[in-house]
């Protein structure tokens, strides 16, 4: 050991022994052990040759491919033959595949906002997936999976946990009408009342501070009293033409029931009554059709007893309009109407966070692309497997995960038991769409909420949420910040953790090593493979029966990279810098390097 300005340092790494199981759990061992069998590597995904890329990585002894196919437009450059190849390649090395399909928005929601066409385009894209990936293995049920949303900003929750707990310090509102996005912070509000939700005085030097969710719930009802007060104010108008010219108009209406009246033949002051009428019947209609598209918004986008009390009010309202040609009843009908609609209490949710919207559409879209796959392919349909995006995109978390995978199975579930064809039950529907419809954990997206200010502990316990829902598994490190790729056991990433919170069913998954930024710097020099440090890193036993040695003991047998210098230095370059016994000092210690062939070692010295 030597001293050096206040601290110790050790020149050589003695002390610790490589014969220890858990040996390097302090510097790169993650304490989770993963059979070799359970790991798989991906393809380029820059390459539409898969054959090529896969055949080189299997050659590395994976048993396991998967086939990132996450570009759009290299996915559509792979010729169908390919995939046949893959089929009979798989079959000849005794590996099984799996598919990571497009990585493209779901839920329809682009920089225009909300489209359903968008939407569809999209399942369209994912059924399209499905089939291509089922000729790669037609007798079994091959796992593809897709990302959960794509380019959409999530919101920036303080704590992360259901829709009824969790707090934000932004969020991103949908408009459920149009798709229109708005972000809505954090604020310290001052108000010469000031009066906090619960009715109590606030100091207003003090101020309040309203959370997203507060001010969001303020916006929805702001906006949705202003725009039936616009109806309300051209109907007003329509009543003050009415009972200006209301004896008049009556007179007019009263006569025109004559079978003799004649339009052409009217007085000047029948004239001016019937110019009257048809301005203010032309306020009536813009009314009553404004009156309808909101009552069409509160009951659409409306809770189920918001719909309750609208449904009384449409008896009622129809029996006041019904038949009824009197246009200062049907004004009265009108206007009990929009005093109805403009009810705090019946105020749909027109805004909603980006989460929430984004759960509701692309639950449609994944359950709708399981289904038709199911109606072609029955018991050999491919899995569809919902993956976690980076943290910081919608619908990134392990709550929303689980939610949307269990919309989408509900999706499912209404569309096998109401097919028309060959409807199924509800119970059998359910064990379909849980076989048909899980999750993919990607270890390293969940890792990049520590950016957000989140610790370890929240990444644990959001891993755990995934669990019952889990079929496959992604394996990259990272810092918690940005997107990028390592073996694990180079990042923080806390798998032993994560690993033991997904339980039987994370230990029974594939687990798949993505390194792009690894392979990127590393593996196209040729110099080192991701393969070799994700063993070191997971402790992977180096014998297939499942016990030690383990690699993350390699440095008893040769220097691989987590030890810490590149290639094979043992043994003569450590006895030439360390010295032998106690015949010579060390290099370090102002010793020389030995010259010549003779090794120490070998007994001969010049």
Request: net charge negative; aromatic share 8%.
């Amino acid at each position: 050991m030597a001293r050096e300005e206040g601290y110790t340092s050790k020149i050589y790494q003695g002390g610790v022994s490589t014969l220890e199981p858990n040996y390097g759990s302090k510097d790169f061992f993650t304490g989770y052990r993963a059979t070799g069998g359970s790991l798989g590597l991906t393809t380029d995904p820059r390459t539409a040759n898969i054959i090529k890329e896969a055949s080189s990585k299997l050659s590395s002894g994976v048993k396991h491919m998967e086939l990132a196919l996450v570009s759009p437009e290299i996915f559509d450059s792979i010729p169908r033959q390919q995939f046949k190849e893959m089929k009979q390649l798989s079959k000849l090395v005794g590996s099984t595949v799996s598919v990571h399909g497009p990585v493209i928005d779901s839920s329809g929601i682009g920089r225009e906002g909300f489209s359903e066409m968008n939407r569809e385009s999209s399942e369209r894209r994912i059924v399209e997936t499905l089939n291509r990936s089922h000729e790669i293995d037609p007798n079994g049920n091959i796992v593809v999976t897709f990302h959960s949303a794509e380019g959409i900003q999530g919101s920036d929750w303080k704590v992360i946990g259901s829709p009824e707990t969790r707090e934000g310090k932004r969020i991103i509102a949908v408009n459920r009408e149009t798709g229109r996005m708005i972000p809505i912070e954090e604020e310290r509000k001052y108000y010469p009342e000031m009066v906090n939700e619960e009715g109590k005085k606030v100091d207003l030097s003090k101020g309040e501070l309203y959370s997203p969710e507060r001010s969001l719930r303020a916006h929805n009802a702001t906006e949705w009293d202003n725009s039936v007060d616009q109806v309300i104010f051209n109907k007003e108008r329509a009543d003050e033409i009415l009972k200006k010219h209301e004896y008049q108009i009556r007179h007019l209406l009263d006569e025109s029931k004559n079978p003799k009246f004649n339009l052409n033949e009217m007085s000047p002051i029948q004239k001016e009554a019937y110019q009257n009428y048809r301005i203010m019947e032309s306020y009536i209609q813009d009314v009553q059709s404004h009156a309808r598209a909101f009552f069409n918004k509160a009951y659409k986008y409306g809770t189920e007893d918001q719909r309750k009390v609208l449904q009384e009010v449409a008896k009622k309202y129809a029996k006041n309009m019904d038949k009824e040609e009197d246009p200062l009843k049907k004004s009265n009908a009108m206007n009990e109407l929009l005093i109805t609609l403009k009810s705090s209490a019946l105020a749909p949710e027109m805004n909603v966070p980006i989460e929430d919207f984004a759960t509701e559409q692309s639950s449609k879209t994944f359950g709708n692309a399981a289904f038709e796959a199911y109606k072609k392919f029955g018991d050999k349909t491919p899995i569809l497997s919902i993956e976690n995006p980076p943290a910081g995109f919608a619908l990134s978390s392990g709550e929303d995960l689980r939610t949307l995978v269990k919309e989408s199975r509900k999706k499912f579930i209404e569309r096998a038991t109401s097919d028309p064809k060959n409807p199924v039950s509800k119970s059998e529907a359910e064990q379909l769409a849980e076989k048909f419809i899980g999750a993919t954990w990607d270890v390293g997206h969940i890792n990049m909420i520590r950016s957000k200010g989140h610790d370890e502990k929240t990444i644990i316990k959001e891993s755990e949420k995934i669990a019952p829902f889990l079929k496959h598994v992604h394996l990259s490190d990272n810092f918690g910040f940005e997107h990028t790729e390592l073996p694990m056991g180079m990042g923080n990433v806390p798998m032993k953790e994560i690993m033991q919170k997904l339980g039987q069913k994370g230990f029974e998954a594939k687990k798949v090593i993505e390194a792009g930024q690894w392979w990127q710097h590393f593996g196209e020099q040729g110099k080192f493979s991701a393969l070799i440090p994700s063993l070191e890193g997971l402790g992977s036993p180096i014998y297939s029966e499942g016990v030690g040695p383990y690699w993350n003991q390699a440095l008893g047998f040769q220097q691989g990279y987590m030890t810490g210098l590149e290639g094979n230095w043992l043994p003569n370059t450590n006895y030439e810098t360390f010295g032998t016994g106690f015949s010579r000092l060390p290099q370090e210690l102002g010793g020389s390097m030995q010259q010549g062939t003779g090794g120490r070692m070998g007994g001969g010295r010049e």
